[in-house]
């Protein structure tokens, strides 16, 4: 095992616990919460395929639920959003491709290029969580304020996040 896949999955388990221990009990205003998993998922390597992606996905998901009582809510809602990543990354591909090696950080690609690569993953994530969640559309105008909030939220802690722990590993 390289050092590279060592730093992943320390970096795993180091999101999976900073999520369950410190960022599900922090709520703004009791309508946005942070999901901060997230952002380990949209940080993996460029080449990963899209089932080893919804593997780490569901992994990442489950280790949510099963700390939060959600039941595979978390699971499902990575799942998902693994599964659309590919198709993201390769609307934003330049026509050259990436360099090797290259991971999808906004230190990295530039804060621009991350938030129309994260941001829309980040929202859909939300949706599927809170309108499952609250069980349908019955209470669409306090679901949809809970989404776009915490979109926000989330994406501006992940970015933060990003922006403090600069990895120097190299692949």
């Known amino acids: 095992m390289n050092r590279y896949n060592l730093y992943k999955i320390i970096s795993f388990f180091i999101y999976l616990m900073l999520q369950v221990f410190v960022f599900n009990k922090i709520v703004l205003l009791d309508t946005a919460h942070s999901f901060i998993y997230i952002g380990f998922l949209l940080t993996l390597p460029f080449e990963l395929a899209v089932i080893p992606g919804m593997l780490i996905g569901m992994l990442m998901g489950l280790g949510v639920d099963a700390f939060s009582n959600t039941f595979g809510l978390h699971a499902a809602a990575s799942v998902f959003i693994m599964y659309l990543r590919p198709m993201m990354l390769s609307g934003l591909t330049p026509q050259g491709g990436y360099p090797a090696g290259v991971v999808p950080k906004p230190n990295v690609l530039g804060l621009g290029w991350f938030t129309y690569y994260s941001l829309p993953l980040i929202f859909v994530h939300q949706i599927i969580i809170f309108f ?37 590993v190299r692949r």
């Open 132 to 168: 499952v969640e609250y069980g349908g559309f019955s209470m669409f105008g306090q679901t949809s304020s809970k989404v776009i909030a915490s979109t926000i939220y989330s994406f501006l802690l992940i970015v933060i996040f990003q922006y403090m722990f600069k990895a120097t």
